[in-house]
């Protein structure tokens, strides 16, 4: 499991952590709100665990934000706040279960277990990214706009899914490059105008609206005209 933790605390964040690598799994933290928002919606995880009291964004307005943002990713309220309001509170923001603490760590390895389990048999049918009429199927890895299906390479994949993720707002070529390729950027090369234009021709070119726009100076924005 690919796990995002979002915890203020750092000796729990860090027990939490340590716990999960454990199990073999692969864990991102974030110590804010703020911070767990973007992970949450720039990265796939299997499942999210998720603290109430954050600095900069509780966690109640981290899942309806995301939830808003039509990320159905499985999230674990982690908290010590354990009254039946709270429960409700984040279950109406889009929480799937609610863990209190102090808590023993089986007992979370198990529900975690049974999120992901739950999202698999469901087959996760709402895995699904959309702007204007283009949609970027994230289980199948196919991309569509309006009836026509859109052949893509891995990494003009992983390009538009960024671009989509953050539709509305403007990416440099250094956000790319480190979110997309993993690499630290080379002023000195051209690649990332080069499949962002590839991407164009694929996306745009056909269509008399355009999706993918340039934003002089500064990056690259996917956004409806």
């Known amino acids: 499991m690919k796990i ?18 454990e199990q073999a799994c692969e864990v991102d933290v974030a110590f804010d ?11 796939l995880y299997d499942v999210i665990i998720m603290d ?26 982690l908290t010590a706040m354990g009254s039946v309001d709270d429960k409700l ?24 277990r ?19 009429d283009l949609e970027l199927d994230l289980n199948e890895k196919i991309a569509r706009r309006g009836d026509k299906r ?14 989509m993720r953050n539709r509305g707002r403007v990416v440099s070529r250094v956000d790319i490059a480190e979110k997309v390729w993993d690499i630290h950027f080379d002023t000195g090369t051209n690649v990332i105008d ?3 234009n590839f991407l164009r021709k694929k996306i745009d070119k056909d269509f008399p609206h355009k999706l993918i726009h340039t934003v002089i100076g500064m990056g690259y924005m996917l956004k409806e005209e």
């Open 4 to 21: 995002l933790v979002v915890e203020d605390e750092p000796k729990l964040a860090s027990f939490v952590r340590k716990g999960l690598e």
């Open 33 to 43: 709100g703020q911070v767990g928002r973007n992970m949450a919606l720039n990265n």
């Open 52 to 77: 109430i009291n954050l600095p900069k964004m509780n966690g109640f307005d981290v899942v309806q934000s995301i939830r808003q943002e039509q990320n159905r990713t499985p999230v674990l309220m």
């Open 89 to 112: 509170t984040g279950f109406e923001a889009g929480a799937d279960d609610y863990l209190v603490k102090p808590f023993e760590f089986r007992e979370l390895m198990a529900r975690l």
């Open 114 to 132: 049974a999120l992901t389990k739950r999202s698999n048999d469901t087959g996760m049918q709402s895995n699904v990214l959309r702007v204007a």
């Open 150 to 163: 859109i052949d893509l390479t891995a990494k003009e994949f992983g390009l538009l899914e960024y671009l």
């Open 194 to 196: 080069v499949y962002v």
